[in-house]
Each structure stands twice: as structure tokens, then as C-alpha cells.
């Protein structure tokens, strides 16, 4: 059995045994989110790994160097510190640029493709699988369930054998999905062991499951943990904080350390104040499901009228981290919360901007000017506020997210003078030490403002300065590739995107843009290998499978574009652009009746979708219907405007068909357009000229 397996059981010791009956050699890593929170059992596994990596292939480890540190800190003991960001290096209170759930995913991708290359290295030296058995999935935190879903999708089995083992409760769907061709064991009823009748008294059942940081599943300790003295038990929870605290990395701070103190005997007090620490590093790290979680339990020990500036972090933040996670119902009733609640001018002056940004960026649909409504209201309070220093800042902050909403208006012009503004008003107040993030910012919203309006030059000095104050910001880099390839430098673009890849997680945009740059440059084997990996990693992503599909169409492998096409079929049905390719294909294999089906198809969808007109044109050219492929070279005329080689066809259809004045008409405009290829109207034309005689 060299499948993946999932392994299903209600108690944990009887699922062990299934796992040592299975997978004997596998590596069994404790999932529990309440041991050490996000990535709890992947840190297992790469503590596990990371001293051979290290020392046989340092090469692979330095290539996902990012990756394995950014959620995992405490693995810098094993293989040294990552590279600094402005970001990374800013005070909390400075920090204007967060991450959220899609940075996790881009980590999470590089994890995995360190994973696979590992095993692929054992694999070639002893020809077993690499096995992990991750135990507890159910009781997961969402990003460990996710990389394990991302894992069992992307390993063989034959090399990186994955078993998942829980309860039966419901998995998330793409870690279910990633599952399904495996097999999957069910602990059977005679092998249940069931414990023995209680032989300690409560209390003592309670320390036991306390002492697992609330994850034994043994009956007697849960039921004993219920029974026992809530102030005994509250006790309990205290001392396995002390004991935990010394040492913790921030994994057991946003895991056991808070679960202990939010149930001790100051949860008011101290279990506050370790859920509003392990939620700030959750924020910085961009774990967003962690923050809403933390956030709502922080709301749950805090009373709003004591500790109204901690009630309004662990609201505001909750509110922000359920944006990425797509809950956006629950963002805005959180932020209308604090209005009801409060009124201070501060917390009005940040979720009016915050609710600007809901409306501007992500609700739908967009309502941009109900957002300059909210954003005005903030940019009036910031300029009210007593302290000059706040004054500066906060205004500064509010006119840059006013500029935001003015771009999204199509204002660009007026968006620029603000950005422009606020740049001159904080150089000219501040130290260049100060603020320094937040200044980066925007001078990272003037450049694309500056690119929107065709300021090239400006734009491409705003970027290189960017470069040269946040070397490891690699967005930076992607955007000033845009620039030279504005300019037709593709040398310098591909230089930008190598150093990228470099630098960066695996973000499938980046890989995306440096395969089509590559595609551009001939360079066909590189960006295959580049397409390759984006839909290694993200199999639904439509622009990369139709950039394979075309490439390899290009190349002149049919069975590839047509096999790309079908699989990408599989996962958007009657998409228009792969439909339009399969079509192609078949026309190239003079399959025309299956041809004809498929940009038929398309055009029901659409039916100005100029490559179904003309390739369908071709299709019912060669089966003598002219005027059929007229009419749908005419069609597609009236989309993409005079085009000399649409008309270049439609004169051979009409020529075809004996209407030479016609098709003389069509060479002739099209020997007048740029690109024409005019050998071949010029040859056209005097066939026409022949006929006519």
C-alpha cells in the first residue's frame, strides 16, 4: 500500500497503532493546534530534517531559506537568520504593511517544494519514500491543514509517502479533495481499547489533561478536567503557563501559553495581555485565521470599559485578518462594533478608514464613493487630534489612503498630488530614521501611480530607489520588470524576475510574469518550466494554463496544448480561452466537425470573441463554406478593427468564392496597414488580378 493513507480513529493512542501497522518507518508528527498553533507539527518535521539538509545540501536549504523561517523563527538555531526587511525590522507601531493568509500559502508552497526535493535526494540514495504520519489533522489550525493539503496533492507517494491522521470530523475541502484517491483506514471496533474506570480522583484527571495543554483524549482526564474545582483547575493552568513561558518560542505563545492563561486565574489581567502579544506577532506575520481567533477570545476576557484600547486591537485586527480569509460579513459587523461602542476620536478616525478600504478594495460591488465618504471622515478627525507628532502621522496616513480611493476613481492625477504631498510634508518633519516603513510606502504608491499615468522614467527611479532601501521587498523588483518591459528591455526584465525568484517565496505571479517573459524572449524551455511550477502549485490558476497551452501549441505539440486544455476543461468547464484552444488544436488536426463544436461553444459565451470568429472562419474554409468563414471574419473585423491579416483571409475567402472585387478591396486595405504581410497579399492580388481575367 504506497498510496497516500488517511487514517481515522476517535481516540489518538488507538490511531498510533494503525499508524505503526501502516507506516512503521513513518516520521509521526502532533498536529494540535494548541500545542504550538500555526504550522504545529510541520515545525516537527523540519526540525526532524533540517540538520542533514543542512549539511549534505546546503544549496536547497539557502533556496528556501525564506520559507522555512518566516512562520517558524525559532529555526534560525538550526540554520541562521533570513534576510531583513523594512517590514520585518519596524516597530509594531510603525508597521503599515501586513501580510495575511495568501503570503502563508506562498510560504507554505516553498515548505512543500523543500519537502519534495528532500525526499526526492533520499529517495535516489535508498530508494524507500520519505514517510510523515500527521497526526491530530482535525485538531490542525488551518495553515498546517493547509500545507498537508498542498503536500498530499503535490507528493508521490513512491518518494514522499504522507499519512493524515484524526477523527472523522470534516476536513477542509481542498486537504479532503487531496485526499481522495488515497486510502483510508478506519480504526475497526475490536481495536478500540477503552481505558479502565477512573482510579485517581478529579483533580488529578484534571492535571493530566491540563499537563497535555488541553489535548488528552482520554475520557477520564476530559471528564475529570469538567469535575474538578474551577479554581483548582484555573490553578493548573497557571503553572503549566510558568512552566511553558521560559524558553517559548512564539508557536507555544499563540498555542499552549495562551490557552493556559486564558483559562487561569487572571484572565482579565495577564491572560489579556499574552492573547494581545501572541495576536500583534500574528498580525506582523500575517496569519490570519490565528488573528481572528485570538482576537475574539481577546474581546471574550476583556472589558471594554476598563481596557477600551485593547477591546478596540483585538476588534480592529480580527476585523482586518477576516478580509484574506474571505469572511467579510464578519469584518464589517466587527468594525460597526466599535462604532456603537465607542467615541473616541481615534477609533472613529481608523474604522473610518478601515470600512473606506472595505468598500474601495473588497466588497462587492465596489463603492468608491461611498469609501471617500468614510475616508473623508478620517482625514477630518487626523487633522483634529491634539499632538502635532500625531497630528503629522496620522494625517499623512489618512490622505494616503484618500489617494488610494481617488485612484480607484479613475482621479489619478489628483491621487498623485496627495501621495506627492504627504512625501514632502513627513521629509520635511522627520528624521530619515523615522517612520521609515511607512514613507517606502509611499514612495511605493507614487511609482505605480507614476507607471499608471505612463511616467515611465519617474516610475523606474521611484522603483530602483526602493530596490536600493528594501533589497529583500521583492515586489519591487516584479514591479520595476513591468517598467522595462514597458520600454522593450527584456534583458533587464528577466534580470529583475531571476533576482526575484531568488529572493522571494514561490509566488505563482511571479513565476507567471517571468515564464511569459521568457515565452516573449524564446526562451520556450525556461518558461514551460516556469508555467510548470505555477500549475505544480496552483492547478486552478487560468492564466498559466493557458499560457502553457498556447506555448506548447506554438512549440507544435498538439498533445500537449490539447492534454492542457482537457485538464484545465476538468477545472473551469466551458471556459472560453480553452475551449477557443481545444478548437485549435483539433482545426490543426483537420478534426473540423469537433473544431467547429468547440468555438461554437465559445461563441454562444461570447459572441465577439475575435479568436473563435477567425479560427472558426478557418474551420468552415476548409469545408468549402465561404460564406459562412466570411461572415465571421467580417464579425471579428467589427472587434479588433482593420487587422491585415484578418483581412488578408477574408479576401481569399471572397476570392474563393469568385468575388474578386471584393477580395481586391480587402488586399489592397491591407497592403496600406503596418505588419502586412505583403509578399503574400501582393501574390493574393494577382491571383485576383487572374480570376478577373
Not at 498542498?150 to 509517502?161: G, I, K, N, S, T
Not at 500625531?390 to 496616513?397: A, G, K, M, P, Q
Request: proline share 5%; glycine share 6%; with cysteine.
Amino acid at each position: 500500500m504506497m498510496g497516500h493513507l488517511r487514517i481515522v480513529g476517535d481516540r489518538h493512542a488507538d490511531r498510533l497503532r494503525l499508524i505503526k501497522s501502516h507506516a512503521g518507518k513513518a516520521l509521526v508528527v502532533r498536529c494540535h493546534q494548541r500545542l504550538r498553533g500555526p504550522y504545529t507539527g510541520v515545525d516537527t518535521v523540519l526540525r526532524a530534517v533540517l540538520p542533514e539538509a543542512q549539511q549534505r545540501w546546503p544549496d536547497l536549504v539557502e533556496q528556501h531559506r525564506v520559507e522555512l523561517l518566516y512562520g517558524m523563527p525559532e529555526l534560525t538555531q538550526l540554520i541562521g537568520e533570513s534576510p531583513r526587511t523594512l517590514a520585518g525590522d519596524a516597530p509594531f507601531k510603525e508597521r503599515t504593511r501586513f501580510y495575511g493568509a495568501g503570503m502563508i500559502r506562498c510560504m507554505s508552497q516553498g515548505i512543500v517544494t523543500f519537502l519534495l526535493a528532500y525526499a526526492r535526494l533520499v529517495h535516489a540514495e535508498t530508494g524507500a519514500p520519505f514517510e510523515v504520519a500527521f497526526e491530530e489533522v482535525h485538531a490542525a489550525e488551518s495553515t498546517t491543514q493547509e500545507l498537508v493539503g498542498l503536500l498530499v496533492r503535490r507528493a508521490d507517494p513512491r518518494v514522499l509517502r504522507v499519512v493524515v491522521s484524526g477523527t472523522g470530523d470534516a476536513l477542509p475541502d481542498e486537504l479532503h479533495s487531496a485526499l481522495a484517491p488515497g486510502t483510508t483506514l478506519t480504526v475497526p471496533p475490536a481495536a478500540r481499547e477503552e481505558p479502565p474506570a477512573a482510579d485517581q480522583d478529579a483533580l488529578e484527571w484534571a492535571a493530566v489533561y491540563v499537563n497535555s495543554d488541553g489535548t488528552d483524549d482520554d475520557p477520564r482526564a476530559v471528564r475529570g478536567y469538567r469535575a474538578a474545582d474551577p479554581r483548582a483547575v484555573a490553578d493548573l493552568h497557571d503553572k503549566r503557563a510558568e512552566a511553558l513561558e521560559p524558553g517559548a518560542t512564539w508557536g507555544m505563545r499563540m498555542g499552549a501559553i495562551a490557552y493556559h492563561r486564558e483559562r487561569g486565574g487572571d484572565r482579565s489581567g495577564i491572560g489579556r495581555t499574552t492573547l494581545l502579544e501572541a495576536q500583534r506577532h500574528a498580525v506582523a506575520t500575517g496569519f490570519s485565521a490565528v488573528v481572528v481567533d485570538l482576537g475574539l477570545r481577546g474581546r471574550g476576557v476583556t472589558d471594554p470599559a476598563t481596557h477600551e484600547h485593547d477591546f478596540w486591537e483585538f476588534t480592529r485586527e480580527a476585523a482586518s485578518a477576516c478580509i484574506p480569509i474571505g469572511r467579510l460579513q464578519q469584518s464589517m459587523e466587527l468594525y460597526q462594533d466599535l462604532l456603537r461602542r465607542f467615541t473616541d476620536p481615534k477609533v472613529h478616525m481608523m474604522t473610518s478608514y478601515a470600512i473606506a478600504m472595505l468598500h474601495t478594495r473588497f466588497l462587492e460591488p465596489r463603492d468608491h464613493d461611498l469609501a471617500v465618504q468614510w475616508q473623508h471622515n478620517a482625514v477630518a478627525i487626523a487633522g483634529l487630534l491634539p499632538d502635532p507628532a500625531e497630528r503629522l502621522t496620522y494625517s499623512v496616513f489618512h490622505d494616503n489612503g484618500l489617494a488610494l480611493v481617488e485612484m480607484h476613481r479613475g482621479n489619478r492625477e489628483r491621487a498623485l498630488e496627495l501621495v506627492e504631498t504627504c512625501i514632502a510634508r513627513l521629509d520635511a518633519r522627520l528624521d530619515d530614521d523615522q517612520w521609515v516603513l511607512h514613507r517606502s510606502q509611499l514612495l511605493y504608491n507614487r511609482a505605480r501611480l507614476q507607471a499608471s499615468l505612463n511616467r515611465l522614467d519617474e516610475a523606474h527611479a521611484d522603483y530602483t530607489r526602493l530596490i536600493e532601501l528594501d533589497p529583500y521587498y521583492t515586489d519591487y523588483l516584479s514591479e520595476r520588470a513591468r517598467i522595462h518591459r514597458e520600454r522593450g528591455e527584456f534583458e533587464a526584465v528577466l534580470a529583475d524576475y531571476d533576482r526575484a525568484v531568488l529572493l522571494a517565496p514561490p509566488f505563482p505571479e511571479l513565476y507567471y510574469n517571468r515564464g511569459t517573459a521568457r515565452a516573449e524572449t524564446g526562451d520556450h524551455e525556461g518558461a514551460l518550466e516556469d508555467f510548470g511550477y505555477v500549475l505544480e502549485m496552483e492547478p486552478l490558476d487560468l492564466a498559466a494554463r493557458v499560457a502553457r497551452a498556447e506555448l506548447l501549441l506554438e512549440c507544435g505539440d498538439l498533445d500537449g496544448a490539447e492534454a492542457d486544455a482537457d485538464a484545465g476543461l476538468a477545472l473551469h468547464p466551458a471556459e472560453a480561452q480553452l475551449l477557443c484552444l481545444k478548437g485549435i488544436v483539433l482545426l490543426q488536426r483537420e478534426d473540423l466537425q469537433p473544431a467547429l463544436a468547440a468555438f461554437d461553444a465559445v461563441l454562444e459565451q461570447d459572441p465577439a470573441y475575435p479568436a473563435a470568429l477567425i479560427n472558426r472562419a478557418v474551420a468552415h474554409f476548409h469545408r468549402a463554406r465561404h460564406d459562412q468563414a466570411v461572415a465571421d471574419l467580417s464579425a471579428a473585423l467589427d472587434v479588433v478593427g482593420d487587422d491585415p491579416d484578418v483581412l488578408l483571409n477574408r479576401g481569399i475567402a471572397h476570392l474563393a468564392d469568385g468575388r474578386t472585387e471584393l477580395a481586391r478591396a480587402d488586399f489592397d486595405r491591407a497592403l496600406g496597414l503596418p505588419d502586412a504581410d505583403v509578399d503574400e497579399l501582393r501574390r493574393q492580388r494577382e491571383l485576383c488580378d487572374a480570376a478577373a481575367g
